[in-house]
């Protein structure tokens, strides 16, 4: 069992539509939560930082982190065609936050 | 601007004739990574490197060789590449922060084909 599952996809959704990515873990020494957008053809950029749990927001962007049930979430509101990429989650553990544990990403495409 | 690079973007070679990818930072950053990402793998970690002169085995390590002479450079060595090193290859780089909030930049990766 790998220790991050994340499903592939790929999700399409219309434009405006809210999408919500998952992934779960089962190391329940992670503490650093991480979302990477990555464009093709591009190097994955972070796009959220979540330490422990709870919910951290960022414009249209909302990361959930459930810590009791090994479950993070990523919510795109009012999605854009130019939210179309591939969404990796990434997962840290206290005394090791160098060493990033990747899901395999999630593909999304938002059509207009 | 704040940026990892990496060179060469394509490189299709064959099987056994020594390669090497350069990989460099001009953020100060002390940690430098290799990662190789695959169709429903992800992103694996090959090598990484605390500070100069510092480097250690990420999760699939075999069959690569890296070095950390200058902070800024962190270039990853296939001395006889094999086909299942055919991969897109990605090097990233960070502020080595114990706990806090920290980022890794990636360079914009390197597609390997080994025939």
């Known amino acids: 069992q790998k220790e991050v599952e994340q499903d592939p996809g790929p999700l399409s959704v219309p434009e405006g539509a809210i999408v919500s990515l998952n992934c779960t873990y089962s190391n329940s020494a992670f503490q650093y939560f991480m979302w990477y957008r990555q464009y093709s053809r591009k190097g994955p950029e972070l796009l959220m930082y979540?330490?422990?749990?709870g919910n951290k927001e960022d414009g249209r962007f909302t990361a959930q982190v459930d810590k009791s049930s090994k479950y993070i979430s990523l919510f795109i509101r009012d999605s854009q065609p130019s939210d179309s990429a591939t969404y990796l989650c990434a997962m840290s553990a206290l005394g090791n936050t160098d060493k990033l544990i990747f899901g395999t990403g999630t593909r999304l495409q938002v059509f207009p | 601007e704040a940026q990892v690079t990496q060179n060469p973007r394509y490189l299709i070679t064959v099987t056994g004739k020594k390669l090497t990818v350069t990989c460099s930072q001009n953020?100060?950053?002390?940690?430098m990574s290799w990662y190789r990402q695959d169709p429903g793998l992800g992103l694996r970690q090959i090598y990484y490197s605390m500070n100069v002169e510092v480097t250690d085995k990420g999760d699939v390590p075999e069959g690569y060789k890296v070095s950390r002479k200058e902070k800024r450079n962190f270039p990853l060595i296939l001395e006889s590449p094999s086909p299942n090193q055919t991969s897109l290859y990605f090097c990233?780089?960070?502020?080595?922060?114990?706990?806090?909030?920290?980022?890794?930049?990636f360079g914009p990766g390197t597609r390997l084909t080994v025939l």
């Open positions: 953020m100060n950053h002390e940690y």
């Open positions: 979540t330490y422990s749990s």
């Open positions: 990233a780089s960070s502020l080595s922060v114990s706990g806090g909030r920290y980022e890794q930049f």
